[in-house]
């Protein structure tokens, strides 16, 4: 499924077409995977409408990918071909760069995203770093272990950035693919944590309770009490002014958003100051993922057995999943099988 120009997808609903492409051949250090299973994430639909616009078009979209590696390139390991194997957001880096050396390089300014600066999982094959290809716990079905690649590892990022301890209170505001697998981290590592959700819709805020949250209320409500960090999934601004004024003194704001629309910005005008920054509140930004957050993540996630919910669907139907995302229906994550 090729994305050929970018537009608004509520304008154009079938923004990737089905095309028939030769099996691409794995280059030095890269392996083949034979794509089972490719997540449908919200970054999809910045990519398509450009808010983080693919620097080369066409490209194949998809950057949660559950594959079999079939042919290994050059100077990689042949005992890999058969490996289950798992492909996230992060495709590539310098490798050289300060960031790079210290396990940053989510932040390398040669950071290349898999199915926007290279072609991605929306696809029955697809080439990557052999080093950027991760075994996937076996108790895993293939479309149930897809989200755990990105809304899981870029959540357990988002996670690692609040700095909470176990006891601490924990707000999640916006309750999609990723925050539902941080409220199940959250449950696993920080059980006295006490969890609040913030959330627009009433099915999220239901599901958010069904999950073990002890309080659940829409996107402007106070919560009962201050909280120590906030984690924002919401692709907009009036959640982050109403997250800063429910945080506690000394409180974090962690913002796991690659970007965000410009359609409510003017509500950043109500930020007061003693309201929402003063005691000495924070607020941080989640850029990408690192090869150790795929590495820990999918590590934590075989020890707490998470089984995400998710909803299928068959590859050619990435439209419909992309324009039911974008509409905000969503109950877990969407997932597509690619036989
Ligand atoms: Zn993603
Ligand atoms: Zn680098």
Same mark, same amino acid.
């Given at each position: *499924? ?37 997540? +449908? ?34 100077? +990689? ?104 697998? +941080? ?95 003063? *005691? ?54 969407? +997932?597509?099988?690619?036989?």
């Amino acid at each position: *499924m090729i994305l050929n120009s970018l537009c608004d997808i509520r304008e154009n609903p079938e923004p990737l077409t089905l095309e028939q492409l030769p099996v691409p051949e794995p280059g030095p250090g890269e392996v083949l995977l034979k794509v089972l299973a490719c997540g +449908v994430c919200h970054t999809e639909l910045d990519e398509i409408e450009g808010r983080t616009a693919p620097p080369v078009l066409p490209v194949i979209p998809g950057h949660e990918v559950v594959g079999r590696i079939v042919k290994a390139g050059a100077d +990689v390991e042949s005992g890999r071909i058969g490996e289950r194997a798992g492909v996230g957001w992060f495709y590539s880096s310098c490798g050289h760069c300060r960031y790079c050396s210290d396990k940053n390089e989510n932040l390398c300014s040669e950071f290349k995203a898999t199915g926007r600066d290279a072609d991605g999982g929306y696809a029955e094959y697809i080439t990557v770093p052999a080093s950027s290809a991760f075994p996937v716990p076996d108790y895993l079905g293939d479309t149930q272990a897809a989200p755990l690649l990105c809304a899981g590892a870029i959540g357990y990022r988002s996670l690692r950035l609040t700095g909470i301890k176990n006891g601490d209170s924990l707000g999640l505001t916006g309750f999609g693919g990723s925050a539902h697998l +941080v409220l199940k981290m959250v449950k696993f590592r920080y059980p006295d944590t006490e969890v609040f959700v913030f959330a627009r819709n009433p099915s999220e805020r239901e599901f958010a309770t069904e999950l073990g949250a002890v309080w659940t209320g829409d996107t402007a409500e106070e919560s009962p009490v201050r909280l120590n960090s906030i984690v924002d999934t919401t692709p907009v601004w009036k959640p982050v002014v109403e997250a800063m004024r429910n945080l506690a003194p000394g409180g974090r704001l962690v913002i796991n958003a690659i970007r965000k629309e410009s359609a409510d910005l003017d509500y950043l005008l109500r930020i007061s100051y003693p309201e929402h920054l003063w *005691m000495e509140k924070e607020i941080k930004s989640v850029a990408n993922v690192s090869r150790r957050d795929i590495t820990e993540f999918l590590q934590l996630a075989g020890e707490m057995r998470i089984q995400p919910e998710i909803e299928e669907y068959p590859l050619e139907n990435a439209n419909q999943a992309l324009t039911e995302l974008r509409r905000g229906n969503v109950r877990g994550a969407k +997932v597509l099988h690619i036989k």
